[in-house]
């Protein structure tokens, strides 16, 4: 199965999508925001980071970046809260790696299957 983070402000939403994909087998780690998150990454490479745009200190979009430089094959899939609409995401997709893109309240069976077919994308691209 796969090494994933969630990378998201909310610990509640934290604590649902390790829970969930825990239960499918897969290895999750949380961090609380950008910094957070890419210094666990640089121990150890994720196969796939949830990355929500909106958090305090450094944003998605800046972490989206920064482990799209050191880690190009992460696969990454946007969470947001914010109507789709709202933010320039396509500059998130003009770089390599499957991008996703989750808009809140998120589901397990929406959680699920988007994290699976990132993971299919992934391999399949390999």
Do not use: N
Not at 3 to 24: C, K, N, S
Not at 85 to 93: D, F, I
Not at 109 to 124: D, H, N, Q, S
């Amino acid at each position: 199965m796969a090494r994933i983070i969630v990378i998201d402000d909310e610990a509640g939403f934290r604590e649902f999508v390790r829970v969930t994909l825990e239960e499918q087998g897969h290895q999750v780690e949380e961090a609380k925001d950008g910094f957070e998150a890419l210094a666990i990454c640089e121990r150890e490479p994720v196969d796939l980071a949830l990355v929500d745009l909106i958090m305090p200190r450094k944003d998605g979009v800046k972490t989206i970046e920064e482990l799209r430089a050191a880690h190009e094959q992460t696969s990454i899939i946007v969470v947001t809260g914010a109507a789709p609409g709202r933010w320039p995401l396509r500059m998130l997709y003009d770089r390599p790696g499957a991008v996703h893109m989750l808009v809140k309240p998120v589901t397990a069976e929406m959680l699920v299957g988007t994290v699976a077919e990132a993971l299919a994308e992934r391999t399949t691209s390999a």
